[in-house]
C-alpha cells in the first residue's frame, strides 16, 4: 500500500502496481504493438514498393514510432491512464496527486518508454531497475512524468457497499450537498472500501481528516455523538441516492446498514460500547473518532 495526497489534503492508502502486473500489461501492449506494426508494414509497403529505399525508410519509420509512441500516448489520454494490457490487468496510470493524467503525461511516458526504456539491446532493463528501487514502482517516464500506477481493481470481498444508517436517513434527507464534489465524494469511497485493511493507527488518522473535510462543505451537521464511519457513509449514501433519482427517477441507490441499534436514535453506533463523543464544541455538533462496523 501507498500514501497519495488527493487536492483536498486527504491521505488515501492506494495499492501500487508492482513489477509482475506491469510487466504482464507490458508484454500483452507489447504483443499488440509488434501485431499492428507488421500489418501496418506490410501494407504500407505493398502501396510504397521496395524499390524505393529511402522512401520506404521513411515510411517505416513512421508506422514505428506511430506503433510505439503513439498507441500508449492516445490510449492513456484517451482511456484516462490505461491501456489494453493495463485494462487487461486492472491498472490505472494517474498523477502523483491521485488526479487523472493528461495528454502532456501521457507523451512524456510513451516518449521515454520508446527512446530510453525500451530501445535496442536495452530490452526494458533501465525500467525494470527502476520500479525495483523506486518506493511507489515507478519506471523512469513516471519519474519524469509525475505520474504512478495503481492497482485499481481490488477482491469484491473488499468493496464496501453503499450505506446508509438507519437513525441517520431523516437527518441526510436535509444535507445541503451542493459543495461536495465528486473528488472528495471519490476519496470517501475508497476509504470506506479500504477501511477494513488499514491499522488503527491509520484509519483513525485519514478519517479524521475526511470527516474534517465533508464537515466544511457538507451542511447541517450530524447529530451529537455520531461516529465516523456513520456520517461518511450517510453522506455519501444521499449524495449516490439523489444522484440515483436525478437519472432514473427511481429508488434510493443506497442500501439499510447492517448495523442498526434501536435502543437508541441517537448517537448512531455499530455497537453500544461504542458510542463516541463530538470531537468539536456542543454548538457545532461532529462525528467523533473514526469507528468502523466490526
Given at each position: ?97 491521485g488526479g487523472p493524467i493528461r495528454f502532456r503525461h501521457a507523451f512524456v ?186
Open positions: 500500500m501507498s500514501q497519495l495526497v488527493t487536492g483536498e489534503a486527504v491521505t488515501i492508502d492506494l495499492r501500487v502496481a508492482r513489477l509482475g502486473s506491469r510487466l504482464i500489461a507490458a508484454t500483452v501492449d507489447l504483443s499488440l504493438q509488434v501485431v499492428a506494426l507488421l500489418i501496418m508494414a506490410f501494407a504500407a509497403f505493398m502501396i510504397v514498393g521496395p524499390d524505393n529505399d529511402a522512401l520506404a525508410a521513411t515510411v517505416y519509420l513512421l508506422i514505428v514510432v506511430t506503433v510505439l509512441v503513439g498507441y500508449p500516448v492516445t490510449a492513456e489520454t484517451v482511456w484516462h491512464g490505461r491501456t489494453i494490457g493495463k485494462v487487461a490487468m486492472g491498472l490505472r496510470v494517474v498523477r502523483d496527486d511516458r510513451g516518449l521515454l518508454g520508446a527512446v530510453v526504456e525500451r530501445p535496442g539491446a536495452l530490452l526494458g532493463i533501465p525500467a525494470v531497475v527502476s520500479m525495483l528501487i523506486s518506493e511507489k514502482s515507478k519506471r523512469l517516464g513516471d519519474l519524469l512524468a509525475g505520474t504512478v500506477v495503481l492497482q485499481e481493481r481490488i477482491p469484491r470481498g473488499n468493496a464496501a457497499p453503499v450505506m446508509m444508517p438507519p437513525q441517520l436517513a431523516y437527518w441526510a434527507s436535509s444535507l445541503d450537498l451542493s459543495v461536495f464534489g465528486d473528488a472528495l465524494a471519490l476519496s470517501v469511497r475508497q476509504f470506506l472500501g479500504r477501511v477494513q485493511e488499514l491499522s488503527p493507527e491509520a484509519r483513525e488518522r485519514i478519517g479524521s481528516q475526511l470527516v474534517a473535510s465533508v464537515l466544511a462543505v457538507v451542511t447541517p451537521p450530524p447529530p451529537p455523538g455520531t461516529p465516523g464511519w456513520a456520517y461518511l457513509s450517510a453522506v455519501l449514501a444521499e449524495r449516490t441516492a439523489r444522484a440515483h433519482r436525478r437519472l432514473t427517477g427511481g429508488p434510493p441507490g443506497w442500501q439499510p446498514s447492517p448495523y442498526p441499534n434501536p435502543a437508541f436514535q441517537h448517537p448512531v453506533s455499530p455497537h453500544p460500547t461504542q458510542r463516541m463523543q463530538p470531537t468539536q464544541p456542543v454548538e457545532q455538533p461532529a462525528p467523533g473518532p473514526f469507528v468502523p462496523p466490526s
